[in-house]
């Protein structure tokens, strides 16, 4: 935790309730008037009523008792519909405390960051979450009245919520890294396979040796390269198993049948999920022999065609020194430049805030439905192959796009690899978040008035 001076702070906010006081002029009356204004001095004392206090000061923020009993009311209301015994009054309003401080230097962060809900979308969240519950908007707010909250209250909570999701996802993913590697790893895993329902038919070509004879396995790994470089130029692989396989199914072009995902034999458990139809894998080396093995159909796995566009973009965020007007202003003027003659790519290293596209030229890989967000979605269907998209928001920042060609694509297994990296970002994730968490609490200074 960051140490500064410490300060003691009273914002205690209090209410003197006190009467109206005559004046008197008359000189014999001097002595009374001290008497009257002490006794009302003693009354008002006794009628000091506290309102409201501090209970943390955090950063340049500070939680007060009313934010703490509002949320210990609402955490106790929710344990006790769930029929969960409610643990100690002192352990709860502890943990509810560091819950409200963690959001308030989050809440700060995010406001230096210009991290902002927009009130359209808030509305459309609002519109969300009563429809999720089967209600119309206004049926949703005599709801929340009927339980004790009001709807601007609930509508605030809301926005501060997904100003820190959004805070979140852009400090945290930036840390998450998830391996071509480790999705081959996950999508061959015991786990993935018991939930592939997939058939693999497959064909195989086996180049036998002697185990310990280096000079034969190498000669055997040598042809089956051979093999490979055939096949994928075209050859038939059923040819060349019969024309080279010693595998008791070399007369049958390799052919081993269709094979459901538990059935598929160990060698080939971990490449097979990964082929598409057609192709062949590379060679699988043993101490006795190498093995070529094709997918020569599969069904079963799913299948995906989609309409996928390759674009490229220019993202200018909003930051501590950059507002809305000034980030829409720079957006534009690239735009223009663009229009004008200049190179996009050029004017995307230059300028975009996206790095990781931003270093090549602003392009991104091909886009399936789904994959960005909807503002950007809907600007990159709505935008023609070569032309340049106006100036439009996300909650990224502002952006400008151009799209680059469009293609029909089965994504089948790309949906599989990209369901399998979800999956392990997600992992990662809640892991990176909490070590994030606990770094800006460390790094904050906080003071606890209670």
């Known amino acids: 935790m960051m140490l500064r001076k410490t300060v003691d702070y009273n914002f ?4 003197v309730t006190r009467r109206c006081i005559p004046v008197l002029f008359a000189p014999v009356l001097l002595v009374l008037a001290l008497l009257f204004s002490a006794s009302i001095s003693t009354n008002a004392s006794a ?39 409610l643990p100690s009054l002192q352990l709860l309003q502890e943990r509810i405390l560091d819950q409200l401080v963690l959001e308030s230097i989050q809440l700060q962060m995010a406001e230096r960051a210009g991290i902002r809900v927009s009130d359209s979308e808030l509305n459309q969240t609002m519109q969300k979450i009563a429809s999720q519950n089967g209600m119309e908007l206004a049926e949703f707010e005599q709801q929340l009245a009927a339980e004790g909250f009001t709807y601007q209250a609930a509508r605030e909570q809301i926005e501060r919520e997904m100003i820190i999701t959004r805070f979140q996802q852009r400090m945290v993913d930036v840390r998450v890294r998830v ?5 081959n790893d996950f999508l ?5 396979r018991a939930t592939d329902k997939a058939s693999y038919r497959l064909s195989h070509i086996l180049l036998p040796y002697a185990e310990g004879d280096e000079q034969a396995a190498r000669q055997a790994l040598t042809k089956a390269e051979e093999l490979v470089g055939q096949v994928r130029e075209g050859r038939s692989f059923a040819e060349l198993a019969i024309s080279h396989s010693q595998s008791s199914t070399a007369l049958q072009g390799g052919d081993l049948g269709w094979r459901d995902a538990n059935e598929l034999p160990t060698l080939f458990v971990d490449v097979v999920p990964q082929l598409a139809s057609g192709e062949v894998a590379e060679p699988i080396v043993t101490p006795t ?7 020569a159909d599969v069904k079963g796995r799913a299948s995906n065609v989609v309409q996928q566009a390759r674009v490229r973009h220019i993202l200018v965020r909003l930051n501590e020194l950059r507002d809305e007007e000034a980030s829409k202003k720079l957006i534009t003027d690239i735009h223009r430049r663009i229009i004008e003659g200049e190179d996009f790519a050029e004017l995307a290293v230059a300028y975009s805030d996206d790095t990781v596209s931003g270093s090549a030229g602003g392009v991104l890989d091909w886009v399936s439905p ?3 967000v909807p503002p950007f979605e809907e600007t990159m269907n709505n935008t023609a192959v ?4 106006d100036p439009f928001k996300t909650q990224f920042g502002w952006h400008i796009l151009q799209v ?16 399998a990296r979800q999956i392990l970002h997600r992992r990662r994730y809640e892991v990176e978040l909490q070590n994030w968490l606990g770094e800006i609490r460390d790094e904050s200074y906080v003071e606890i008035k209670i």
Do not use: F, W, Y
């Not at 205690?12 to 209410?15: A, E, G, N, R, V």
């Not at 680059?404 to 369901?419: F, K, P, T, V, Y």
């Open 386 to 389: 070569g032309d340049l998209s």
């Open 47 to 85: 009628e000091v009523i506290q309102l409201d206090r501090v209970v943390a000061i955090v950063d340049d923020g500070i939680i007060l008792q009313s934010e703490l009993d509002e949320r210990l009311r609402n955490v106790t209301e929710r344990i006790r519909s769930q029929n969960t015994p």
């Open 404 to 419: 680059m060609e469009r293609r029909s694509q089965d994504i089948g297994d790309l949906l599989q690899a990209s369901q």
């Open 179 to 183: 391996t071509e590697k480790e999705v």
């Open 188 to 192: 061959s895993s015991a786990a993935a």
């Open 12 to 15: 205690s906010i209090l209410l």
């Open 289 to 295: 022999a190498v093995h070529l093995v094709q997918l």
């Open 370 to 372: 789904g994959q960005m």
